[in-house]
């Protein structure tokens, strides 16, 4: 059993939706399913990687431009452009270079089962913010948040008064800021305060803290 196949459990149903919109896209392109075998051969060897969502999406641009040198048929091209644009507008909102390759190893064997299940109608675009939302739900499920508790925070936007702070890499949590907006830039590391908790313990709102 290879790995994909044994952590199939752990995929969201916002990624099972993702996997199989990528799956009938790809079998309405009549893409060469061998070719996407190949782009998560690439995927695997480095998925351990720090950068190896960037990179992985590099590679699939890369392959697009050199299409033609590296295919073996003209219809290479096709196919690797197929791959990096439904790669690109589905897996988007999918950070985790090991859920790629789970959803991608999923779309290999949807495919061989699109392929001979018929014609293909309309195809129903996943919501990719719930694959967030999933991953937020993750974090905060794992936190126990309480009220005055002081955490790390990445400023990630600042609009007049209004201050963007990122939290453990998913929560995001946006928060006037008069006394302080004009003194913080974004990608600063701060530490800010829980003021208030939702009824499911996940946190409301914060408040920056010198």
Request: proline residues 2%.
């Amino acid at each position: 059993m290879t790995t994909v196949e044994s952590s199939s459990e752990t995929l969201t149903d916002a990624q099972w939706e993702i996997a199989h919109a990528i799956a009938q896209t790809l079998v309405k392109e009549n893409t060469d399913v061998n070719e996407l075998g190949k782009v998560v051969a690439y995927l695997r060897a480095f998925v351990n990687q720090a950068d190896a969502t960037s990179r992985f999406f590099k590679y699939l641009k890369t392959l697009v431009s050199n299409g033609r040198q590296i295919g073996h048929s003209s219809k290479t091209t096709d196919y690797y452009r197929s791959i990096e644009k439904a790669c690109s507008d589905y897996l988007k909102g999918v950070e985790d270079a090991h859920t790629i390759l789970q959803i991608l190893g999923w779309v290999s064997r949807l495919m061989r089962y699109y392929k001979d299940a018929g014609p293909i109608g309309e195809i129903q675009p996943p919501s990719v913010e719930s694959t967030r939302q999933v991953e937020i739900n993750k974090v905060a499920k794992s936190q126990e948040f309480k009220i005055d508790q002081i955490l790390e925070a990445i400023v990630t936007k600042i609009s007049g008064n209004k201050v963007t702070y990122e939290i453990l890499g998913t929560i995001k949590l946006t928060e006037k800021e008069p006394k302080k907006a004009g003194s913080l830039h974004e990608g600063q590391i701060v530490k800010v305060k829980i003021v208030a908790l939702k009824d499911d313990v996940s946190i409301k709102s914060v408040k920056y803290v010198d």
